[in-house]
């Protein structure tokens, strides 16, 4: 009896991973974090800066997203991101980089609200990383 | 007839010229294979995005207050055109194709009495294009210091188009790229990008019904920005893997090229050679007959 459905995750350059015995993603989906089980229903969403967990057999592991698109489809789940990392290979000077161009994003003033409040949640996310 | 002096010195250059050209066909062969990996393994990712945009405009609710981006402004008046060029020359009829297309795509747009605006993205189109169109060049865009094409290159590119957007300066845009085919075939292509066409997709679409969060409208309106950056990195991800394949059949054939010369150059040495050999042994035996 299998609980296990397909993800696939492709960034604009490549298929960024393929996994096919995963049990549970949790996406951080704009309207709040949604869990994805196998027999979902069709369902399309976006992402909002955050951590991306993906809990499979063979380990769980953890990404870091800023935005992007899920697609859950007969028991396919298909994300499109265009900036993604991995929070193992995901080392301090890098984060440092990140967090440093998010909160400077945060401070502009001419931007609207919306982009203020993801690039808000951005330094939320990666502070809360460390 | 040249000198024999002369003939030598042609032939060195032709093999050094050779040379060049065969440097250059194996560094373009070397780059071909990594961008046409990179364009492949992009095609993915536009491919979804075309998909999930297609199940979305099926399912938005009302057709009236779609965003622009993918209905159009209801106007047909101002045709932006992007074209999509290499930075580098020495690549056959890789710039050329591209301009070519565009030339009569845009002679058929001012045919019809419509505004033409154009933005080159790489130097070879703007050269050929600032002579005919010169005024009618909004922007020129290059990316010679970025080695590969990527993904931040391509959102600069959408950014600007959706600016202009936004701020109403035209109506429909159409982007110029080459399709990467094979090494010898590479096909120009004039996509539409505003608004969004899918025309050619309409009878794919699955009837499946989606559950939306936030609702269809949200998303789109968040989506279709990033389609075109998407389609904009297709399109240079296809274009250099174009102008690589493109450079490299055109350097396969300099070479082979300056191979038959040095051929031809190196039988006229030879028998300018035995020519004066057999001039100074005749002129030798008629001198020493007249004795």
Do not use: W
Not at chain 1, 22 to 43: Q, T, Y
Not at chain 2, 163 to 176: L, P
Not at chain 2, 236 to 256: H, I, K, P, V, Y
């Amino acid at each position: 009896m299998s609980e296990e459905f397909k993800v696939e995750i492709v960034n604009p350059e490549k298929s960024f991973l393929v996994k096919e015995d995963v049990s549970e993603v949790v996406v951080p989906a704009f309207e709040g974090e949604m869990g994805i089980l196998k027999d979902h229903i069709s369902i399309i969403s976006f992402l909002k800066p955050g951590i991306l967990k993906i809990l499979s057999k063979s380990g769980d592991e953890n990404y870091y997203v800023e935005d992007g698109i899920v697609e859950f489809k007969n028991n396919n789940l298909s994300i499109l991101t265009s900036t993604i990392f991995n929070i193992k290979d995901l080392d301090k000077s890098k984060q440092q980089d990140l967090l440093k161009q998010a909160e400077e994003e945060a401070k502009k003033t001419e931007i609207t609200d919306h982009s203020k409040f993801l690039a808000d949640q951005k330094v939320q996310v990666l502070r809360s990383i460390n | 007839m040249a000198s024999l002096d002369d003939l030598k010195k042609r032939i060195a250059s032709v093999k050094s010229t050779q040379k060049i050209t065969k440097a250059m066909k194996m560094v373009a062969a070397a780059k071909l294979r990594r961008a046409q990996e990179s364009a492949e393994n992009g095609r993915p990712y536009s491919e979804k995005m075309k998909n999930v945009i297609l199940n979305l405009s099926n399912g938005i609710s009302n057709k009236e207050n779609a965003p622009k981006l993918l209905s159009g402004t209801g106007n047909d008046k101002v045709h932006l055109c992007v074209v999509m060029t290499s930075d580098r020359g020495l690549c056959g009829g890789f710039n050329s194709n591209i301009i070519k297309k565009a030339k009569s795509y845009f002679t058929k747009i001012l045919s019809e009495g419509k505004e033409l605006k154009i933005i080159t993205v790489g130097s070879k189109g703007n050269d050929q294009l600032k002579r005919m169109y010169g005024d009618k060049i909004i922007e020129n865009i290059s990316f010679k210091e970025s080695k590969n094409a990527n993904y931040f290159d391509a959102d600069k590119v959408s950014k600007i188009i959706i600016d202009k957007f936004e701020s109403s300066e035209f109506d429909v845009c159409t982007i110029f790229y080459n399709q990467f085919k094979n090494v010898i075939t590479q096909i120009p292509q004039a996509q539409q990008i505003v608004p969004l066409d899918n025309k050619d997709s309409e009878d794919k679409a699955s009837d499946e019904s989606y559950e939306f969060e936030p609702d269809e409208d949200e998303i789109l309106v968040n989506l279709l920005p990033k389609n075109i950056s998407t389609q904009i990195f297709k399109a240079m991800l296809e274009n250099s893997a174009s102008e690589q394949g493109s450079r490299m059949s055109a350097m396969d054939n300099a070479t082979r090229n300056a191979g038959e010369m040095v051929d031809k150059l190196t039988i006229q040495y030879n028998r300018s050679r035995q020519a004066a050999i057999t001039k100074e042994l005749i002129e030798i035996i008629s001198g020493a007959e007249s004795l």
